[in-house]
């Protein structure tokens, strides 16, 4: 009942000559791209639920959280507008954090962290324990049950003012083509675990750890029992709560355009996000990256068929730094230099605009997984819609949709607007 009830949005305009001033929870669209555009980076997106993915196409607003923010946009002359957006407070992504929406990656990449902990432990061992007891003690770090770590409760408090974010946005018309430029300087949705902490308090974790391990094999105690003995899981806890959630502030320089080619609308993208880590090997700060995308629509004559295409990739930049090693706490240690994502949308509308099929397709390249989604609409003239409409995820089981293949859902929505 509280959903029912919630607020999208709620914003007030003003105009001072020729300047719109908009005031409260806004939605703010940035970028010419029909989906997941790079340059749309005002408001986070909500990810707890993916049954919002089969609308987010249509109405680009459907997963994005509303911010508090103050936007001054003024027109330039007849084609062109400057805009610049305060936002006071930062919104990072939404996760669900149980459920069936709960995305994998936060359960494997402490895992993964915690096996990392106990390759680095074996290291810190006096040689004549590394054979014997390192084994054991990489076990005992590698099995520690994550769960009990929250990384939501280790998030820092991002609705204070030092995380507020401004940027600056112009477009205009040369000729046939739709050109925007953009700045913007704020803060990564996507968290980083900070493991650093960690890392540096292990080798005092080892060491006070040592003698009480050998007392315990002195006293007849076999090396497995002795080491869980002494580093319990309340131990082993303590050290972890040196674990830190951090967002990263990055710039954004970006770039797009738009124009006809004959019967092809075209669009395209380009941006370069700079973070605070450039030599490559911060491990709590992603590395900078480039992106870019590119989009087109044809609609074939006569059949009235409507076409869409768009590709988009994001290319770390100095990849070579990140360490991938067995020890590595790096963010971006299960990184790809690359990521691709293709979308494809094939629709058509019938009895006067009545009736509309539609399916759209997203496949990402180097995490060979997909969502497919197939939907029907009947809209009439009243302003009543319905709609009924499917998510099937398939692909790899590790992929930001193949972790889902067992939740493939249908979906009917009804609408009315007055």
């Not at 050998?214 to 899981?233: C, F, H, R, W, Y």
């Not at 020890?327 to 994502?341: L, R, W, Y």
Request: with cysteine.
């Amino acid at each position: 009942f509280a959903n029912l009830l919630a607020i999208d949005e709620l914003y007030a305009v003003g105009y001072i000559g020729p300047v719109d001033v908009t005031f409260g929870m806004h939605k703010l669209n940035w970028g010419k791209a029909d989906s997941n555009s790079i340059l749309d980076v005002v408001n986070t997106q909500d990810y707890s639920s993916m049954l919002n993915m089969t609308e987010a196409r249509s109405d680009t607003n459907i997963m994005k959280i509303a911010n508090v923010m103050l936007d001054f946009s003024a027109k330039l002359g007849n084609d062109s507008r400057l805009e610049l957006v305060y936002v006071p407070t930062f919104e990072p992504w939404h996760f669900a954090t149980s459920g069936k929406w709960m995305q994998a990656a936060q359960t494997t990449m402490m895992k993964g962290y915690m096996t990392a902990m106990g390759n680095l432990a074996i290291n810190e061992l006096p040689s004549i324990f590394q054979g014997l007891a390192g084994p054991y003690i990489e076990q005992v770090l590698g099995n520690f049950d994550t769960s009990s770590i929250s990384l939501a409760d280790l998030a820092p408090d991002t609705t204070s003012l030092k995380f507020g974010q401004v940027g600056l946005r112009f477009t205009t018309t040369v000729g046939p083509v739709d050109i925007g430029t953009q700045y913007y300087f704020g803060y990564k949705a996507q968290p980083a675990v900070d493991m650093t902490g960690v890392a540096n308090a292990l080798p005092a974790f080892i060491s006070s750890a040592t003698p009480e391990i050998t007392q315990a094999i002195l006293s007849g105690k076999t090396i497995d029992e002795a080491i869980n003995s002494v580093m319990t899981p309340d131990k082993v806890k303590g050290l972890m709560d040196k674990v830190k959630v951090v967002y990263n502030p990055y710039h954004q320089v970006g770039f797009d355009a738009a124009t006809a080619l004959g019967p092809v609308n075209m669009r395209a993208e380009l941006a370069t996000n700079l973070t605070y880590d450039l030599k490559g090997n911060d491990p709590a700060v992603y590395n900078p990256n480039i992106a870019w995308t590119l989009g087109a629509d044809y609609t074939i004559p006569k059949i009235n068929v409507m076409l869409n295409a768009q590709a988009t990739e994001t290319i770390i930049l100095l990849y070579d730094k990140i360490d991938t090693g067995s020890t590595s706490i790096d963010a971006e240690v299960n990184s790809k230099p690359t990521s691709t994502m293709l979308t494809f949308s094939v629709s058509r509308n019938f009895f006067n605009e009545k009736l509309g099929l539609e399916f759209n397709t997203v496949y990402e390249i180097e995490q060979e997984d997909c969502l497919l989604m197939p939907s029907v609409t009947w809209t009439q003239a009243s302003g009543f819609t319905m709609k009924l409409c499917s998510g099937i995820f398939l692909g790899n089981e590790n992929g930001q949709f193949g972790q889902y293949k067992d939740n493939t859902f249908i979906r009917f929505d009804a609408k009315y607007m007055f």
